[in-house]
């Protein structure tokens, strides 16, 4: 297999709002990113991929684009990003900058623009429909809430937003905004940042507009859409000019369609891929589901085994912790969060950890519904009460599903705002702070942060672990996920227990008959057995990789 830098790296994944802010405003910020650079290098990470800097009026947290080649004055300069990206450089450690580019703010000039008349030169940078009979083009629903179509008064049309109304989509069917579009991106590249993390990317392309709304997922007719192949091909050609990473957000894209993205010559590197984890939940499960849970998994790496590459990730700062919501935020936190390390670190592809995770940062019980901010979770808070919930029922759904549990601030240390800040931070710092930060987990050889730089640390030594084929063992299992990376020389096996019952489990033949000796590499408990043995149990979140070296 060729070997590619990005795929023996491993990322991290860092909402400068809540990293760490070093001008004590409450707000994280570049300088803070900067400030910790030593701690990330010390963690051991590759890359860092740093959600939206740039200018935005903040209606859905710097996704909303006003200027994609000026920062956002909250979070620095110009000048700051530059320091970042050359301090970065200098520890080892590469730049993916967040792309968006299926819409803007409608604070854009492209739109204020577009805005003032049909003959306007930047009219055609957006999708605008007249209405019928005083409504809507069509019945379909935002990603956000509400309908995808928004009135403009001076000019009687309704433009297309899949997300928010301040976030009008821009039309990929025109040829001068595209040209604009792969300018600015070679601008970014020309900087010398190392690659992009595409936003939303697989909404650019729209189904024909007078087909109804699809009512089991609303985002269906403007996701992944026949013939958006032929855009991001286009794309691509601008990437490939480049030695730099690519991951596309790929909502709706399913594991049969995995190489077209993500193969050797798909349109990106990789993609971050929603089976395993689902976005945009509006409730949150019952039970955990192991079963599809690792049917998920596995179809990707099999999709994409000899044939492309994976993005492997947990959390992100749209959904949840992982520990609350696949492991366990009370007695087993700790195991739980080193089990669900370990289950996706050695899969096959780049694995990213999105900050404080390492950490096993949990979920916030958010006690009121104004410290919520994320838009589409108040949003939801809203449906419910219109539903006829209570604002404590209400508050209890929004609590488990807001994507504001991944962006509460990084817990530092044990102080009041977390060391995140030395003023009241923008969003409500866990109180569990006291407990879970990096100041305490630096000290102690067996916390969750150190378990992670054992993983980084593991993979970066194993041929196996990077380059090796994948393969599921005892499938049907509703406890354990199993699985076997082969490298020529070295094998490994991974076994998971993802329940907080003890699971009996028993080896297949196939692996016997090899007759290797399989000695333990890794185990997050204090004491496994140091050979594997082909029958056993493991405990409650118990996690051990075995390894035998040799043909
Ligand atoms: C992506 C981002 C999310 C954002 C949305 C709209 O899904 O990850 O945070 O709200 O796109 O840009
Ligand atoms: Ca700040």
């Known amino acids: 297999m060729e070997k590619i830098w990005w795929k023996e790296a491993v990322g991290y994944q860092i909402y400068p709002r809540s990293f760490m802010d070093s001008n004590g405003d409450g707000v994280g910020d570049l300088n803070g990113i900067r400030e910790k650079l030593p701690y990330l290098k010390e963690l051991g990470v590759d890359f860092i991929w740093i959600n939206p800097v740039y200018e935005s009026p903040n209606v859905d947290n710097g996704y909303d684009i006003s200027h994609y080649q000026e920062i956002l004055a909250e979070f620095g300069t110009m000048a700051d990003f530059d320091q970042l990206l050359v301090e970065a450089h200098q520890l080892g450690i590469k730049v993916i900058m967040d792309l968006v580019i299926n819409h803007t703010s409608d604070q854009h000039e492209w739109f204020t623009e577009a805005k003032k008349s049909k003959e306007n030169p930047y009219r055609d940078y957006y999708i605008w429909r007249d209405g019928t009979d005083g409504k809507p083009p069509s019945d379909w629903q935002a990603i956000f809430g509400g309908s995808v179509w928004t009135y403009e008064e001076t000019t009687d049309q309704y433009y297309f937003h899949a997300f928010a109304k301040e976030q009008p989509d821009l039309n990929w069917e025109n040829h001068q905004l595209k040209q604009d579009v792969f300018a600015m991106i070679s601008w970014w590249l020309d900087k010398g940042i190392d690659g992009f993390r595409i936003d939303a990317i697989s909404h650019i392309k729209k189904d024909a507009f007078h087909l109804p709304a699809d009512l089991e997922n609303i985002a269906a007719r403007y996701q992944n859409i026949t013939g958006i192949g032929d855009y991001l091909k286009e794309l691509k050609q601008v990437f490939d000019s480049y030695d730099i990473m690519t991951v596309g957000e790929a ?236 490298a020529e020389e070295e094998q490994i096996l991974v076994l998971v227990n993802l329940s907080s019952e003890s699971a009996d489990y028993q080896l297949p033949k196939a692996i016997k008959q090899l007759d290797k000796e399989w000695q333990l590499l890794l185990s997050n408990l204090p004491k496994a057995a140091s050979q594997l043995e082909m029958t056993g149990t493991l405990a409650p979140f118990e996690a051990r990789a075995y390894r035998f070296k040799g043909k």
Request: with cysteine; aromatic share 14%; charged share 25%.
């Open 251 to 486: 909502s709706g894209v399913t594991a049969e369609e995995a190489e077209d993205w993500a193969g050797h010559d798909g349109y990106f590197d990789m993609i971050f891929e929603f089976e395993h984890i689902g976005l945009w939940k509006k409730q949150q499960d019952k039970q955990f589901d192991i079963r599809s849970f690792k049917q998920a998994l596995s179809r990707w790496q099999y999709a994409l085994d000899g044939k492309g590459w994976n993005a492997l990730y947990m959390e992100n700062h749209d959904v949840p912790r992982s520990v609350s919501v696949f492991g366990c935020d009370g007695e087993y936190r700790e195991i739980s969060a080193k089990a669900l390390a370990m289950m996706y670190f050695f899969l096959q592809g780049t694995p990213f950890i999105y900050q404080g995770q390492e950490l096993g940062m949990t979920n916030m019980k958010f006690s009121s519904i104004d410290q919520i901010d994320a838009l589409d979770s108040k949003h939801i808070y809203q449906e419910l009460l219109n539903q006829g919930k209570s604002e404590k029922e209400a508050l209890t759904v929004i609590s488990q599903t807001t994507r504001d549990n991944a962006r509460t601030p990084m817990q530092w240390d044990a102080s009041t705002y977390g060391g995140f800040s030395e003023s009241e931070p923008w969003l409500v710092v866990n109180p569990n702070t006291q407990q879970i930060n990096a100041a305490e987990q630096l000290e102690q050889p067996d916390s969750v942060l150190h378990f992670y730089q054992q993983l980084i640390r593991l993979r970066k030594e194993s041929q196996a672990l990077v380059y090796g084929h994948f393969e599921e063992l005892l499938s049907e299992d509703e406890q354990l996920y199993v699985y076997l990376r082969s």
